[in-house]
Antibody, heavy 125, light 106 residues
Framework: QLQLQESGPGLVKPSETLSLTCTVS??????????WGWIRQPPGKGLEWIGS???????YYNSSLKTRVTISVDTSKNQVSLRLSSVTAADTAVYYC?????????????????WGQGTLVTVSS | EIVMTQSPATLSVSPGESATLSCRAS??????LAWYQQKPGQAPRLLIY???TRATGFPARFSGSGSGTEFTLTISSLQSEDFAVYYC????????FGQGTKVEIK
């Protein structure tokens, strides 16, 4: 069964870069049926899509974050990573990675099928 | 950006009763609409996709309907394990979530 596990520092200083890794087990990250997404949830608030990547190297970002976000897929390690630069307290959140199932006819990414358990990142000095 | 608006923000329901949650899109998303269930301290879990298809593991008391801009999630005969926050999400144009509806015990 496909499983996702986020990892990375739980505390990041303001103005620094947040770096997280999502390790995929139970399937290949090169599976063409999946895209890989990052979503975050500030404490007590709702969900925000950050960006998505594909094994080919394509990446798509939320327009509100695109100047600060980089998502990359490492097929050799079966991992997808997230980097968010110049963080502030507003970036404090639980960060989730998720699989995005693609439409079998069109190849377009669709809904978030599997989710990792999430990791809390706090931005504070 | 497509804005998703959910109502109500909180729904108080007695066990055994039904609950109707609404989700409205600022422009048509066709049937590219998903619902997620989130319990405290847990990741969201896919509940409905394609506006009306139940995901694996969810019973038939959960049903989704709608297309275009208006969508509904109905939970009939609420069980204790159904009290949670429910989010709608469009995936027609990138991805955006509604702000969530909390279904609480009355």
């Amino acid at each position: 069964q496909l499983q996702l596990q986020e990892s990375g520092p739980g505390l990041v200083k303001p103005s620094e870069t947040l770096s997280l890794t999502c390790t995929v087990s139970g399937d290949s990250i090169s599976n063409s049926n999946f895209y890989w997404g990052w979503i975050r949830q500030p404490p007590g608030k709702g969900l925000e899509w950050i960006g998505s990547g594909y094994y080919s190297g394509s990446a798509y970002y939320n327009s509100s974050l695109k100047t600060r976000v980089t998502i990359s897929v490492d097929t050799s390690k079966n991992q997808v990573s997230l980097r968010l630069s110049s963080v502030t307290a507003a970036d404090t959140a639980v960060y989730y990675c998720a699989t995005i199932i693609s439409n079998p006819k069109t190849g377009r990414p669709q809904y978030f099928q599997h989710w990792g358990q999430g990791t809390l990142v706090t931005v504070s000095s | 950006e497509i804005v998703m608006t959910q109502s109500p923000a909180t729904l108080s329901v007695s066990p055994g009763e039904s609950a109707t949650l609404s989700c409205r899109a600022s422009q048509s998303v066709s049937s590219n609409l998903a619902w997620y269930q989130q319990k405290p301290g847990q990741a969201p879990r896919l509940l409905i996709y394609g506006a009306s298809t139940r995901a694996t593991g969810f019973p038939a008391r959960f049903s989704g309907s709608g297309s275009g801009t208006e969508f509904t999630l109905t939970i009939s005969s609420l069980q204790s394990e159904d009290f949670a926050v429910y989010y709608c999400q469009q995936y027609n144009d990138w991805w955006t979530f509604g702000q969530g509806t909390k279904v609480e015990i009355k």
